[in-house]
Each structure stands twice: as C-alpha cells, then as structure tokens.
C-alpha cells in the first residue's frame, strides 16, 4: 500500500471519516454519562471514588476494538474482497509488502485514532484520579489492542473473505476469546484489567497488556502473511502463470 | 591413588577438620556498636501514651558517621504493620557512648521496638526489644527523689486503678513535653544536687502547659529546687528553712486543715500564682496554673513520717493531682470513615473545592465536536486534501487535550493535594506559651505519597487510620520520621484516591497575649495585647456566660473597651442554648468560622467556665507544610484561640 493510497484509505472515505467523529461522539457521550456529579463531599463520605477515567478508556477500547477489527477487515472499503483478492491472484505485488504496509497503515490510522479521542481521556484526568503518565499508558494499551484488533480482521478476511455471517462471527470470537481468556487467566495481561487498575493508583505503571497485544498483532500479520501466499499458491495452480501475466 | 580413594580421603579429612573451624559469627558478635535502651521511666512505660526512650550506643571502634532508627510497631502482623520509624543521623566519635532521646507511642497492641545503627548501607548494631512487658495500664506518678520516699502515693490509685511511682535518673528525664505523656505528675523532691540541663527544664514546662501537674515540695531538699535548674518553674523563691506547728493544709474544695507536730518548712516568697495556705506570711502550699496545668510549691517535705502518718494527707494529694489532662496519643479519632470525623466534615462542608460542573463539560464536548464535523463529514468531494485533513485533525486534538487539560485540571479542578487545617489554642494570659492542637485534614482526587515538614525535631502526631470503604478493615499507617536538626520529616502518610486522611499534631509554641477583665460597677473594662505576629480576629470577651465583641486586635497591637452590662450577647457560643446568638455572634464572619466555631466548641460548655478571650487566627498555628499541596488559597487554615483572662 502506498502512502497515497493509504492516506485516501483513510483519510479521504466518507464512512472513515463518519467512523471517527461517531468515535468522538461516542466517548464524548460516555464521558458526559458518568461526569460526577455530586459534591466532593459525597464522594469522600462514600467512599465512593468517580470512576470517570476507567469508564471513557473502557469505552474508548471497545469502540476501538470494533472498529479496529472493522478496518482490518476492509469493511469500509467499497468492495474489500475483490480488491484484496485481486491484488493476491491477479497481481505480483509481493505478499510480504502488502501486509507490512496495511500494518504500518493501520499503526498509523489507530495513532489518528488515540489522538482523536485523547482529549476526553485529558478531561477525565483529575476527576479519574490519574496523572499523565496513567494516560499514556491507557493510550498505549488502546493503541495495541486496536491494531491486533485490525491485524484479527485482516486475517479473517484473507481466511473468509467478505462472506457474511461466517467472518463476522469469526471475527467476534476472534476477538473476544482472548480477552476473556487473558481476563479470567493471565490477569497481568489483560488490557482490561490494566486500564480498570489505572486509576487505584497502586503505583506499577505496567504496559505487559501492551505488549502482548502488539505481539498478537505482529504474529497475526504473520498468519495473513502464510494464509494469502497460500492462496496465491493455490491462484497458480489453477492457472499458471496469471501472476507473470501481470 | 584412584579417585574413589582420592573422595573417601577427602570426606575423611572433613569430617576431622570441620569440628575445629571457628562457627559462624552471630548477629552480635558482627556488631560493631553496642546498644542498649531504656524505655519509658526507668522500664515502665504507660500503655496507650507516648513513652520517652534512650538508646545508648557505644562505639568501640572509630569515628563514623552513622544512621540510628527506632522502629516500634503494633497491630497485624500481615504486610507492613502499623507504627513508627524514627531516623535520625548521628556521628560516633571512638571509644564513645551516645545517649539518643526519642519519644515513641506505645499504644495497646505494641508489640516490638527495634533499634538499628547503620554506617555506609551496613548495619552495624541491632538491638530488639519486647514491649509488652514494659508497658503498664497502671497511672503513673513520677518522682525526682534521691531515695524511694514517695511510695506511699501509689495507695491514691484506690478504685480508680493502680499506681505506681516511678525514679528517673536526672539524667534521663526527657528533653521533649510528650515523653511525660504517660505521667499523672511528676513530683520534684530533690535532684541529688544534680542539675537539670535547660532542655529538659523546657519539656517539663511544656508539658505542665498542656495540663500536667508539677509538684515541688519543701523541707530542707527545697533548697535545691533552685541551683538544679527548676527557678523559673518554682511559683516561690526559696529564702531559707524554718520549723513550725499546726501548718494549715489546702486539702480541696476550698477547706484548709492544720497539720498536727512541729515541720520544717521551706521559707520562701511568692513569685507567681496562688497561695492556697499560708502560716502568717509563710507561704504554706503555693499553686501556679500555667496553661492546662499547675504547678505546686509545698513549703513542707510530705515523704516525712509525721506528714506521711497525718489522716489528711491522701485528701491533700487527690486535691493536688486532679488533672484534667488530655493525653496527646488517641487525639486522632479513628473514625470509621474519614467524613464521620466531625472536624473534617464541618471543613468539607464549607471547602469552595468542587467537582467541575456538567455545563462546563458539555461547553469543552460540544467545541470539539464542532471543529471535527467539517473535518470529518464528508469525502474528498469536500475538496480538503487528505494531508490537510490529517494536520488539522491533529492540531485540533491536540488544542482539545491542552485545553481538556488546563480547564478540567488546573483551572476547576486540581487533581493534586489539598488540605484543610483547624487548630485550637489554648493559653493563659501571661503565660508567654500555648498549648496548640492542629487537626489537619488532607485529600487528593488521585492517590498519592504525602510528605509532612515539621518545624520541630519531636513532633507529636497521629495519623488516623481509614477504610476504603465502612466494610473493610482499618489501615493503620506506618510513619516515617526523619529528624534533622530541628526540623522532621514525616512520610507514609499516603491519601488514597479522593479519599481523606486525618492527622493530628500537637505542640506547645510561643504565644504571647494578655487579656485582662476588671468588673466595673456598671459593666466590665477590658484590655487585650496582642504580643504575636498575627492578627487577632473577631475577638469576643466571654464573661458567666455572656459574650462582648472586641473587634479585630492587629499583630502587636493593644485594644481597651469599657462595655456596658447590657453589651453582652447572651447564650454565646461555648453554652448549651447558643443557637439564638449564633446569627449575632458571627454576623461579621464567613460560615466557615461559624461551622469550625461549632464543631471546636462542641458540649465544651464553657459558657459559665472562667472568662476568657475567644478569637480567631488566620493560617495554621504551627509550622508545618505538605509537599505538593497547593498554596494557602486551597488551604483554609483557622485557628480558634481561647485565652484565659488574668486572675
């Protein structure tokens, strides 16, 4: 993908563009939703700490999980399976370079992204409870969540392809599964967990959840990488020589 | 030789040799310092109060510069248990014994204190000590005597509970007012010709201020009440000895008995405070308030037999120790949750601190919104290039998280650490001191480690514990203290998240105010000096019950009113039926006084109590700062003064 086309991918399509400020209007929502609203002395009588800052960074990562999957599975795009189809059978585009450049696109886009909905999280700061460094934190395991988010759309549709339920349920489990696994099981690497934990102030500022996920999303753009040259082997077979043709 | 022999030969030779290698050294023998405490009065320390301790240490080696911590804790034995840690740097100069005074609280459930010297990261001494066995529930009374002459008061326990007598060395007396915390009194007999050094003298009255009972008695030991160091505390100057019959004795509710056998008495003149009972223009029995406390002078020594045998003399101590003091460990309350605590949430109350509103973050919601919708509706039909787009979507995010941040953080709401402080004190006209106790409260909407500066090498302070949440057990904190020169530093007092921490301090500070009330026929004249470097504020003169407003007394200044009966609020604060002048009474005040009025003043039921000053004092009363707390915008800091009126 080319700087060109990818700047166009996502920054010239009406429904990515719509997809975002929904985004920003969604947390924007969120946010208003659980604002404090009683007096400073309730809340200390209570006992009762806002939990502001973990709700809007909970909503920010599920919203970005759904689009991030959404994107990698070309959802947006006007007809995703053909052209990623045509671009795997019908051309000699290296395989290699094609899912790098939807990976560093992707990066990038979910940087757009984190940076479109980090004011809410800047606004949340001192009402949640939490300083700058708590924030980048939450922005870091966002980020990596939403690009193996993509990398997991991406993949179920070099798998599936555009045909409907079957990617969209894979694509669910694709991505919930693990959540909840690392949820209930490996607790120190849920992003979940590290973001409800941000605001209790215990002092580790821990980006393993972070970690993994960009693991996650580097091993997936790997899988997408053997799942394409494999249908690109199996486009030769059948016709030998499409791709010299090109 | 094969290997088989070679390994046999060698097992052999260890089993023969390992008997005659030196063992491992112990702890003690790797000690390079010796140390040795001693805790509360000669080993007897009051449970529930602070304790004074000495911790000795000898260095037989040479000169080093070294670290000393006192550790005492108590409570759980999970995780970090509650308590003290006392650190102060020291150095030890070869072939010496260092004499350390620290002062620690011995609350109920102490278990251990534990000392440790280090020098450059290593421990070099170590001592344990079992607590428990050195703290008693009994009263104690502490007597300055070169023989075990006043025994005979521990029968004054009776029902109330035991007492006992204890005999400090001189040289051990403590040189801070809370080493005496777990004393009833302390009854001065006679030094052994020893001199009290000037800090210890300064402890004592210190402690008398925040109602403890110095008693000196007479005889022929009087005549070294004077060169040991106490002149300035004696209520008499000693002139000399003289004998005499049927002294009489103040032995309480204003009855004086005579006291049957010829005595020798101390011949003195009054200096200072009350004579009780006097033989001629001897004074007999002498009695000086200062601050909370008094101070006695008896002209006769009471540990001899005929005074010992007389039957008033239980009648004539009761009179003399009744005390009203109110011990400095336990002034934090442990309520169960922050807020219950009365001080706090009169404070709270009143705080202008407040959650930002929802206006306000709908105004920042909507003004972002509406800088992305041109930037985000709309495909490349709109005609913006996508590098464009892209700038100017980060240039309005990061104008929306700067200004998400100066509004919700700086400008409505500060995420960092507020507090809020109350004081009350409490002095005698003339007395040049006052006994102060500042209650602080302090809060943070993001957890947070909190450091307290103290302009005082012995603090006495008391975190209180706190619950997340009514249902879950007490947090105990552990503090650090760090004593350098005059200063200490305190850590471990840590504010969970929008949750609020109460800690109390105490101390006895100059205070320099005159109050003097004379009746006059019609009304009364009033006189107030204001000898201190801050203004005194809405000053009233409380007389049987009835309230006279004074006015503001400026720093250094003096004020004299002459008022009329009829001047006089009624049912003032400080009675049980105020409610009525409360409106009057701070009609020149913000609520905040008026609620901090309340809460301090709480059943005090001073109304008809002895007249008095009641005035205010702006920012807090002793010299202690937080690290990280906003400036004295966000601290409102008040202190209630109360002082008595001169006799």
Known sequence: MSVREGMHAYLSDGRTLRACLYL????????????????????????????????????????????????????????????????????????????????????????????????????????????????????????????????????????????????????????????????FVRPAASSFRAIASLARGDGSLSLLPAGVDLAAAILLAACTLGVLSGARARAKRRAPGAGEHE | ????????????????????????????????????????????????????????????????????????????????????????????????????????????????????????????????????????????????????????????????????????????????????DGVDAVIVHDTYFQQLRADQVDALERWVVTGGVLVFTGGAAALQHEPAGFGRLLPVRVTGLTQRSGVPVAVGGGFLRRMPGRLQLAQSLPVQGTVLASEGDLPVMVRHRLGRGSVWFLAFDPTTASVAAWDGWLSMWRNILDSDRVPALGAADLPALPMEDPWIAG?????????????????????????????????????????????LLVVVSVCAGLAGWAVFNRLLFHPGLQTIDVARVEARSGDGLAFVTEKIGAFSASARHVEVRLGSSDPVLEAAGWRARPDLPLSEPHLSLTRAGARTLVRGIDVPRLAARVVVFQDVVRFDVSVRVRATGSGLEASVSNGNGKALRGCYILVSGRAYPLGDVAAGASVQRTFAASDGLENPPGTSARSAADGAMFRDADSRRAAIFRILDEGAGQGAGPTRLVAWMDGPALPISFTGARPTGNRPGLALVSVEAAQ
């Open chain 1, 24 to 183: 920003a209007a969604a947390l924007g929502l969120a946010l208003l939703a659980v604002w404090p609203r009683g007096t400073l002395e309730a809340a200390v009588r209570t006992g009762q700490a806002s939990d502001t800052f973990t709700v809007v960074c909970v909503c920010f990562l599920v919203s970005l999980l759904y689009l991030g999957a959404r994107f990698g599975a070309e959802d947006f795009a006007a007809d995703p399976r053909v052209q990623l189809t045509e671009l795997v059978t019908l051309t000699p585009v290296p395989l290699a370079s094609l899912v790098a450049g939807r990976f560093v696109f992707g990066l990038l886009h979910t940087l757009v992204l984190l940076l479109l909905g980090a004011p809410f999280l800047v606004a949340a700061m001192a009402v949640g409870g939490v300083g700058f460094p708590q924030v980048l934190q939450a922005l870091a395991i966002i980020g990596a969540a939403s690009l193996a988010a993509r990398m997991c759309g991406l993949c179920a549709l070099a798998l599936v392809g555009a045909r409907r339920p079957a990617r969209d349920i894979l694509l669910f489990f694709a991505v919930t599964a693990p959540a909840a696994a690392a949820f």
């Open chain 2, 1 to 180: 030789m094969g290997p088989r022999r070679f390994l046999a030969c060698s097992a052999l030779a260890l089993f023969l040799v390992a008997p005659a290698a030196p063992p491992a050294l112990s702890a003690q023998e790797k000690s390079l310092v010796r140390c040795d405490a001693l805790v509360g009065f000669n080993g007897t320390a009051r449970e529930g109060r602070f304790a004074p301790v000495i911790l000795s240490v000898e260095n037989p080696g040479a000169r080093m510069k070294a670290r000393i911590s006192l550790t005492v804790t108590w409570g759980s034995l999970r995780g970090v248990p509650p308590g003290w840690t006392i650190t102060r740097e020291a150095v030890l100069d070869a072939g010496s014994t260092r004499r350390f005074p620290f002062v620690i609280p011995l609350p109920r459930d102490v278990r251990t204190l534990q000392a440790a010297v280090t020098s450059q990261g290593t421990e070099v001494g170590s001592l344990r000590v079992e607590l428990q066995p050195l703290s008693t529930a009994s009263r104690i009374v502490a007597g300055i005597s070169s023989d075990l002459s006043l025994d005979s008061i521990s029968a004054l326990g009776g029902s109330a509970g035991s007492l006992r007598v204890v005999y400090p060395r001189v040289d051990d007396l403590p040189q801070a007012w809370a080493g005496y």
């Open chain 2, 347 to 391: 404070l709270f109350a009143a705080s202008p601190i407040a959650f930002p509103s929802v206006p306000a973050l709908l105004v920042f919601i909507g003004a972002y919104l509406a800088l992305l919708v041109p930037l985000l509706v709309g495909g490349p039909g709109r005609g913006m290039r996508a590098r464009a787009r892209l700038l």
